[in-house]
Each structure stands twice: as C-alpha cells, then as structure tokens.
C-alpha cells in the first residue's frame, strides 16, 4: 500500500472529526468513507484502526462511532496539557531564542480571527511558537498529540467579544512572562490559561 495515500486519508479522516464535518457518534463506513475520499477501502481502514489509537474513534457493535467525549475525559485531557505546556514555557523561558520571542510577540499582536477555524488555528498557532522555543522534540511531539479535538472547535464557535479579549490579554501576558525569561510566572500563566479553558468548555459545552 502506498503509504503517502495511507498517511493523507489519515489527516484528511482526522482533520475532518477534529473540525466536526464528521461529528461525534457518526456512524464511520469503511466502504463510504473510501467513495468519498477516491481510495480503496485498505487505506481506510488502516487509518481507521490509527484513529482508535488515537481516541477518536471506538468500536460499538461492529462498527466504527466518532467518540464523544465526557466532561471528566475532557477535564483530564486539559490537565495533561496544563502539565505538559506549562513546562514547555518554562523550558522556553531558559532555551528560547531572541529570534523566536520576536516571533511569539508578532503572533500574539497579530488581528484575531473571526471565523471558528481561525480562532482555533490562531491559538495553536502561538502556542506552538512556545513549544518550538522550549527545544524537546518529545515534549512537542505528545503536546500536539493531546491538544486537538472537536471540542475545541465547539467552543470556539461560542466565544463572545468578551472571551476573545481574555483571551488576547492572557496570551500578551504569557509573551511578557516569557521574553522576560519569567519561568516560574510563564509555567502558571500556561496553567491558568488553559485552567481557563477548561472552565469554558465545561461551563459552554456540558
């Protein structure tokens, strides 16, 4: 099998449960699936078994479902990530260079998006400008493996004015923090911020 097809069905597959085009509790079938995307049904279902392992499918009754997650999964999911991101911006604030400080300020100056997608895409955006600047290829590796889901977008399509300028003016404090070399007070404003998300996801969501 031709693994450039296998690996483009499995971010097209992927991206498309994580933006919500397939939504949670759709029924995913292998033949359907592979009509849609103009492949055969073997690099379907390899990337079918990828997206279980991954969490975002499950099995039920023989068929594949778009996994719908709970608050405390969810809840877990943002503990994890506070975890993880808030040592990569420590670890930026000791390894990070000139030239990717001037880049985190310009990301975070930069207009907001209007659209549910850019929001999203925005956010990940600047934060993975701190997760280069921490320098562990490892830790940005399960970063960026537990930090996408379809709850993201979710949320996003809620924010009001006022959540986009919270979250404008943490993001500008975490760039003080962290040019300034900050690392204790980069590490809790990580935390806080994605605390922050949290409590909207589950006050928005559930």
Not at 76 to 87: N, P
Not at 141 to 168: C, H, K, M, T
């Amino acid at each position: 099998m031709n693994e450039k097809i296998a690996d483009d069905v499995y971010r097209r597959l992927r991206q498309d449960i994580i933006r919500g085009v397939l939504r949670p509790n759709e029924a995913l079938v292998e033949t359907e699936l592979a009509a849609r995307l103009n492949v055969s049904r073997t690099p379907v279902r390899e990337t079918l078994h990828r997206l279980a392992a991954d969490g975002l499918i499950v099995s039920h009754r023989r068929r594949w479902h778009v996994y719908e997650h709970s608050s405390e999964e969810i809840r877990q999911i943002y503990e994890v990530r506070a975890a993880l991101e808030g040592y990569a911006a420590r670890l930026a604030c000791t390894r990070g260079t000139d030239e990717e400080f001037r880049a985190l300020a310009h990301a975070q100056q930069e207009p907001e998006e209007t659209t549910t997608q850019g929001h999203v895409e925005h956010n990940e955006r600047f934060h993975d400008l701190i997760v280069v600047a921490a320098g562990n290829d490892r830790l940005a590796a399960q970063i960026r493996g537990n930090r996408l889901y379809f709850f993201n977008y979710r949320l996003a399509a809620l924010y009001s004015p006022d959540d986009v300028a919270e979250y404008a003016r943490q993001h500008a404090e975490l760039v003080k923090a962290v040019t300034a070399r900050d690392a204790d007070r980069a590490e809790r404003l990580t935390h806080e911020h994605i605390d922050h998300a949290l409590n909207l996801i589950l006050t928005k969501l559930h």
